[in-house]
């Protein structure tokens, strides 16, 4: 397993974000699971995964969170985090179609 990158998987406590963890957990990769809600993350009771609370909105939380992927042993020319999938999301109450074009970028 230490052959494998560090993965670090943003929104992993439900929907696709807990997919994607459950598959990168069973193909043996060392996970750093990052959500706001830290029960969702340790519910899914992966043996190789720190979970850790953030917002990906709070920039200082992800740089906490992403500061403890030093806790997995790597080589040393290894990148600190090869593998990163950024799957949380935020929602709007408004529709695309509702939305004016400048609004598009701000989600």
């Known amino acids: 397993m230490a052959d494998k990158p560090l993965v ?4 992993a406590g439900s929907g696709i974000g807990k997919a994607t963890a459950l598959a990168f957990a069973e193909a043996g990769y060392r996970l750093l699971l990052l959500g706001r809600r830290i029960g969702n993350l340790r519910a899914l009771g992966l043996a190789n995964a720190l979970c850790i609370s953030a917002d ?6 992800m740089a906490a969170g992403t500061a403890r992927s030093s806790m997995f042993p790597r080589s040393p020319a290894a990148s600190p985090i090869p593998v990163t999938m950024s799957i949380a999301a935020r929602s709007s ?14 989600l």
């Not at 670090?8 to 929104?11: A, E, N, V």
């Not at 990906?56 to 939380?61: I, M, N």
């Not at 109450?93 to 701000?106: E, I, K, L, Y």
């Open 8 to 11: 670090m998987i943003t929104g």
């Open 56 to 61: 990906v909105r709070d920039r200082d939380a």
């Open 93 to 106: 109450s408004f529709t695309r179609s509702a939305r004016v074009p400048a609004q598009h970028g701000a």
